[in-house]
């Protein structure tokens, strides 16, 4: 159960950052700057693509991980290859991880073209996050809404869906973010960069959280029955634990934008010290704090939902 | 909260029983020729399971456990002619989510 538990976790916090890793480009650094007109060194850094790759072996090992620990769990036995075999062939699940790993595998060929080209280009980047999208978008399938019928299992399925995408916007995006504000710190005269990407982010992530807030509500509608599950079930309880932190994380959210408010209105202008150091703070808390709902959501899809 | 009001469909997580024939804990008159249960999720087939024993613990049915296959919920074990007595349902399934679920019934057939 353990492995299980631990490989669900790192599987979709990796998938999900990958996908967060691969839009960051598009979303929020090419667009700055672009309208900062700088072609600077800052636009061909690539210490996001280390995290990339990184993020892509983590997902390729704990994805086999999850695998062997459902098969070790149907079986009831040791795994053995015949067993293994037998899962990966007439399974919904194994059918599902033959798929994903034939994406997996073109995703690592968009990052390695990239990594070869030294340069963005906009019809490859597209390419990649639309493969990562599909790629994290498909757990739907393999968690509890994919094994219902009718037209409301499939709005479930729907729901959890756009909830897993919304998910590499915000939170996903916050370790892309902090990783950003690391390197971008070391030089002052990027400061008018930050200033921007932040406000970006700031301005695409809230309508993410919305995003989120409403597909989860719809989400537990559909496995929560009553009310009192919330407190008296295992799985209500962790789903309990997994709302709070997103609220604690939404309240620094919320806190960074009237921080951002409180700044000159001109775009040119730098933040002063002090409001950047609050932000950074507030958003590596943030980061540290999804990694562990990321960790709940794993949880919430190995455990037995309230009857 | 309109769906916590008004009720909601069946918690999807694990497969579960929805109903079976025969009905769990029932007296029968005559001879079923099949035990069928209804699960709340949809079944692997090839994964999935019915065995049915007598009061002795001698399995009866004829081992061709398979899924309907016009209802992927649905799971089914025939039976031979099995005389008056009581007996024991045990069926182990595994989901389409890979969530493994187990559990057993009675059912009575009268003289």
Known sequence: MLSLLLGRWAHIYSSSLLLSLLAFQRLYKVPVLDRERRSSKFSEASYLDTLKWTCWF???????????????????????????????????????????????????????????????????DLICIGLAAVNLGSLAWAGHAGAGTGILANFHLLTDLVHLLASAVWPGGLLPLVIWFCVSRRSRENEVIDRAVVRRFSAISLGAVVILAASGLLNSLFMIKR??????????????????????????????RR???????????????????????????????????FGLVGALGAIEPPN | MAIFLFGIPS?????????????????????????????????????????????????VDKEDTKVDPSNAQVLLVSLPVIKAGKYRVVWRVVSVDTHVTNGSFEFEITE
């Open chain 1, 58 to 124: 983590v997902m390729l090992i704990s994805g086999v991980i999850w695998l062997l620990a459902i098969v070790a769990s149907i079986t009831n036995s040791e795994i053995q290859m015949a067993s293994l075999r037998e899962v990966v062939g007439i399974t919904q699940f194994g059918h599902l991880w033959l798929f994903r790993f034939l994406l997996d595998l073109a995703i690592a060929g968009g990052l390695l073209y990239h990594s070869v080209r030294k340069n963005s280009c906009a019809r490859s």
């Open chain 1, 227 to 256: 009310l009192a599950d919330f407190y008296a079930t295992p799985y209500g309880q962790i789903l309990t634990g997994k709302i709070i932190l997103l609220l604690i994380m939404i309240s620094l959210g919320a806190q960074n």
């Open chain 1, 259 to 293: 921080l951002l408010e409180t700044q000159p209105s001109n775009e040119t202008q730098a933040m002063d010290r002090s409001t950047a150091g609050r932000l950074f703070h507030n958003i590596w808390v943030e980061s540290a704090l999804a990694f562990v709902v």
């Open chain 2, 11 to 59: 918690a999807w997580g694990h497969a579960f029983i929805d109903h079976a024939e025969p009905a769990v804990g029932s007296k029968l008159g005559s001879q079923p020729r099949t035990v069928k249960i209804w699960f709340t999720q949809r079944l692997e087939p090839a994964l999935c399971k019915i065995q049915v024993f007598d009061s002795r613990g001698t399995e």
